[in-house]
């Protein structure tokens, strides 16, 4: 345990990953198993889910615009030449829902959230606190880790779901308004295209993401050695793990939902 | 929690609120039905080819959509596709399916044409006819083929014609040029002609016409004669009777057979044409009683006297005819 990130991950890569990963999974395990069992604090719930969704909205919703915008521009200078500009609506719209709003914002969650996540909790376990807690008999999964994965559970779908709406607002701005493709025509294909299936596919994606993202920034907290050297360690550990994570879990959910 | 600011709970509960009010709107906007709420009662259809047609795919009737395809199954190796109608729209027994393809994409929808038929097609009920149409691969195909043969036979043609079959081709379409405007100016010339020609023509095909059609019907004697029988039958006995006459002419039965075939009868009749010959030759010799009497004046004369006595005899009879009766009558008083 003290060499994790030392000579045993240096000597045996496979070994430290795979326990990595099974750290990982059995502290969700017991996040999630110690939600069940009272008492459950909201107040700790609502005070992360202010944190990690609140907070986020306005980068969820600046990045939700220009991701939009930026994909009307596209892929109107894609369609039009073949004349097919009443497109853009959809591209958008099947963009935002299905990729980039849970993606990005899941992201951006992980680099403002969960990096924080990840140095508090690291502090926590330099500064001795989170030992403090199990000798007040309090246990410091139940305490620390079940609210911020609750919390980042539920939010990211409400953060998805905003993002994926201004992303498509933008794309509206930019394609009807800025290049005058025909609204009607925008509107009605964008409609015509999207289905349900495709918004809420994404919220689950969101979802799931947000657990990722909460339970590696935690773990790597949690585990944090080595002082505030450490703590800076563990946070960009928990980012890099945390978006490489979510982008691959990104392609094994889609592969399973389309 | 601290006071004059809100507390996470409030400013989670906005977010949250929020972001279900646009999950909400986006809902509805795209909601379609069978996914949520909306009702619809689901068709069957078995296509031979349901290339492009997938699951969501559009359903329309007359450009509008009423529904969407559920699922694609292969069954006895035909595409077994489920779609799901919108409540409120009936579908006529009798209609038609076909998969047509709209938009740059490409995209395949089925198009339901309704029939005519009174009764509506109920949930799980299977449309039967199906339009098919050829795929481009096919068409693709086809006219390729199409093509080829098109060359082959201008190649052949090619190989065919000559200079000099090009030069008679040539020859022979400046003929029919002047022909045709030849036959231009005497139309032209002719013009008040040929038409009452044509007129006159017409007349008499209205009149054949009329004829054909009486005689079709048996009307007249031409007609009766095409379709009456009885004459065919009298024609045939008569030819029978007259067959066994000219048989008993030529076996040389009775007076006609006879006539014909016995040579006394003639010599007969030679020998009588000769005798009556011998005597009219006397008889202008004035040899015999009769030639005497042909040719003896005195006979005449003689002849002639007694008549005239014979006359002035008759004359006296009828001076003396009513003393006669009168005396008569007396005779018969007394």
């Not at chain 1, 773990?219 to 450490?230: N, R, V």
């Not at chain 2, 906005?14 to 009010?21: A, D, N, P, R, T």
């Not at chain 2, 393809?101 to 995209?107: A, Y």
């Not at chain 2, 067959?243 to 009588?272: C, F, M, P, Q, W």
Request: net charge positive; hydrophobic share 45%.
């Amino acid at each position: 345990m003290i060499n994790l990130f030392g000579l045993e991950r240096i000597f045996n890569p496979i070994n430290g990953i795979l326990r990595e990963l099974g750290g990982m999974g059995l502290m969700f395990l017991n996040s999630i198993l110690l939600a069940f069992r009272k008492p459950l604090k909201f107040n700790y719930i609502f005070k992360q889910m202010e944190f990690i969704g609140v907070k986020s909205l306005g980068v969820v919703v600046i990045t939700g615009t220009f991701t939009g915008m930026v994909l009307a521009l596209q892929s109107y200078y894609g369609f039009r030449k073949f004349g097919a500009e009443g497109l853009v609506g959809t591209t958008v719209a099947l963009s935002m829902t299905r990729e980039l709003g849970p993606v990005l914002t899941s992201l951006m969650v992980t680099g403002r959230a969960g990096s924080a996540m990840a140095a508090e909790l690291g502090t926590m376990r330099v500064t001795e606190q989170i030992d403090a807690l199990i000798v007040m008999a309090l246990n410091p999964i139940k305490y620390l880790v079940t609210p911020r994965v609750i919390a980042s559970f539920f939010m990211l779908p409400v953060l998805t779901i905003i993002s994926d709406f201004v992303g498509i607002v933008g794309g509206w701005l930019v394609g009807v308004k800025l290049l005058g493709i025909n609204e009607g025509a925008f509107i009605n294909k964008m409609v015509k295209y999207v289905d349900l299936e495709d918004i809420y596919n994404g919220l689950v994606k969101a979802a799931c993401f947000g657990i990722i993202l909460s339970v590696v920034a935690c773990y790597k907290g949690f585990h944090t050695t080595g002082g505030a050297e450490g703590v800076g360690r563990s946070t960009t550990e928990s980012v890099v793990i945390s978006s490489v994570s979510i982008l691959v879990a990104d392609y094994i959910l889609t592969s399973l939902m389309f | 929690m601290n006071k004059g600011r809100l507390s996470p709970e409030l400013k989670v509960g906005i977010v949250v609120l929020i972001g279900f009010i646009i999950l909400f709107y986006m809902s509805v906007r795209i909601g379609k039905y069978g996914a949520l709420g909306e009702k619809g009662y689901e068709l069957k259809v078995y296509l031979e080819n349901a290339n492009g047609i997938d699951s969501k795919s559009p359903v329309l009737i007359a450009g509008v959509e009423v529904g969407r395809v559920i699922s694609v199954r292969l069954e006895n190796f035909k595409a077994l596709v489920r779609i799901i109608v919108k409540e409120g729209v009936q579908v006529p027994a009798d209609s038609t399916v076909a998969i047509k393809t709209q938009g740059v994409l490409g995209d395949k929808f089925l198009e339901i044409i309704p029939g005519k038929d009174k009764k509506m097609l109920s949930s799980g009920e299977i449309i039967k006819t199906v339009k098919t149409s050829p795929d481009f691969d096919e068409i693709f195909t086809q006219v390729s083929t199409a093509a080829k043969k098109f060359g082959d036979t201008i190649g052949e043609f090619q190989g065919l014609i000559g200079d000099k079959e090009k030069a008679n081709i040539k020859n022979s379409i400046e003929n029919i040029q002047a022909i045709t405007g030849e036959f231009k100016e005497i139309i032209k010339e002719n013009k008040q002609g040929i038409n009452s020609v044509i007129a006159n023509a017409d007349d008499a095909l209205k009149g054949l016409k009329k004829i054909v059609g009486d005689v079709e019907a048996g009307k007249g004697s031409l007609g009766m004669l095409i379709k009456d029988e009885k004459l065919y039958t009298d024609v045939k006995e008569t030819m029978g009777a007259l067959k066994n006459i000219s048989k008993d002419i030529e076996e040389g039965k009775g007076s006609l057979g006879k006539l014909v075939k016995d040579d006394s009868l003639y010599n007969e009749a030679r020998d009588t044409v000769k005798n009556l010959k011998d005597i009219t030759d006397g008889i202008i010799k004035g040899e015999g009683t009769l030639g005497k009497l042909a040719k003896d004046e005195s006979l005449y004369v003689e002849t002639e006297r007694a008549m005239k006595k014979l006359q002035k005899g008759a004359e006296g009879l009828t001076e003396s005819t009513p003393i006669t009766i009168l005396g008569t009558i007396f005779s018969f008083i007394f």
